[in-house]
């Protein structure tokens, strides 16, 4: 059974005919709160949502971590980057690649790409998609044919089909009687690759490692790893602490934090922005409530004097207004219930974030009353 305060306070909610403004205007602030509160939640759990799907997605085609020597490492062979990482747990594979910047042409189109050198059997244990290949297969790329599996964006973009013939070229000329003469090379397509990533698809350009080596230039031993880790999420902590001392001016390192941050910068800073911007919704309708408390504690004054005359404590008063603040209770539920279910991907830390912001509104309206009308 409800208590007298609390009784008493519910029917205060309850505006009489001359005073159904202050009702309506109590509904509007109630109201306000819990749907703001809710876009709150929905908003930030969608934006957690996708801020997860797009790290999956990139930790399905990109390696977790990769680490090479500065200046190709002086003669020294990418085998002497895998001793490094040997014994450590963290990392499940390894795969040596090589890369370097070049322009595709054909057909009156030219795109500029970053084109990776692989081995196809050691490729496969790091990346996901090359098991979902529209076209080919990375068994295609074969030493010394010169052959290249495209992005199908890219492919789109260049209109080249699988089969046919693409000119590479890259930054280092060829010096000739005539001056300094860009380096050529015909790459036959023999695969198409289609991910969930829209950059990937129209940038990626592989070819054999051998093939790139010759490209570029570069010897047969000189070529970086890419990492496979137990625990993608800990990257970074795991780079932190995996070179010794006397390797970090000879070794880079870094994680797929470093070379994917664009993407959750952006993220990032959307999701703060909008944050702000609920918070401000959630403000303007506590601050109703609380003006709405106000005047009803106003309008109240000869009912607290009738009550203080029966010899109603002034706590007791207090806690008739707190039991129509108590109301507010509901936001409690709103938080409790599967708002972070049903419209957002993710539970998490900003259902902590979420609780405060209610409860503080309603404390503040507690200590406003108990100032007001102290014991």
Request: glycine share 8%; net charge positive.
């Amino acid at each position: 059974m409800a208590s007298l305060e609390t009784w008493i306070g519910l029917r205060y909610l309850r505006a009489k005919k001359r005073n159904g403004f202050m009702s309506f205007i109590t509904v509007i602030s109630i109201v306000g709160i819990a749907l703001g509160v809710m876009a709150l939640i929905v908003v930030l759990s969608v934006m957690a949502g996708f801020q997860r799907d797009i790290r999956g997605q990139l930790l399905k085609v990109a390696p977790h971590a990769e680490m090479g020597y500065y200046d190709n490492g002086n003669g020294k062979s990418w085998e002497s980057l895998r001793e490094i990482i040997k014994g450590r747990k963290e990392v499940l594979q390894s795969a040596p690649y090589v890369s370097g910047q070049a322009l595709l042409a054909n057909a009156g189109e030219v795109q500029g790409v970053q084109i990776r050198g692989i081995l196809p059997d050691e490729e496969k244990k790091i990346v996901e998609y090359s098991k979902e290949m529209p076209v080919g297969s990375f068994d295609d790329l074969k030493p010394g044919e010169f052959d290249i599996i495209l992005g199908q964006d890219l492919a789109e973009t260049l209109d080249v089909k699988v089969g046919e013939k693409i000119t590479v070229v890259t930054p280092e000329g060829n010096v000739t009687p005539a001056g300094v003469v860009p380096r050529l090379k015909q790459f036959k397509v023999v695969g198409l690759v289609k991910t969930k990533i829209h950059e990937l698809n129209n940038s990626l350009a592989l070819t054999h490692m051998k093939d790139a080596q010759v490209l570029y230039r570069l010897d047969e031993n000189a070529a970086g790893l890419r990492l496979k880790l137990a625990d993608p999420i800990n990257a970074p902590s795991f780079t932190e602490t995996l070179l010794p001392k006397n390797l970090q001016e000879e070794v880079w390192l870094r994680d797929w934090t470093y070379t994917n941050r664009s993407y959750f910068e952006a993220v990032e800073m959307e999701k703060r922005v909008m944050f702000i911007i609920l918070l401000l919704i959630v403000a303007v309708a506590t601050f109703n409530l609380v003006s709405s408390l106000v005047m009803a504690v106003t309008e109240k004054q000869a009912d607290i004097a009738i009550l203080r005359t029966l010899g109603v404590s002034p706590g007791s008063i207090m806690k008739i207004f707190y039991g129509a603040g108590r109301i507010c209770r509901l936001f409690r539920y709103l938080d409790r219930c599967d708002y972070r279910c049903h419209a957002g991907f993710e539970r998490g830390q900003y259902c902590q974030t979420v609780r405060e912001l209610v409860w503080f509104p309603i404390h503040q309206i507690t200590s406003l009353f108990h100032r007001l009308y102290p014991e």
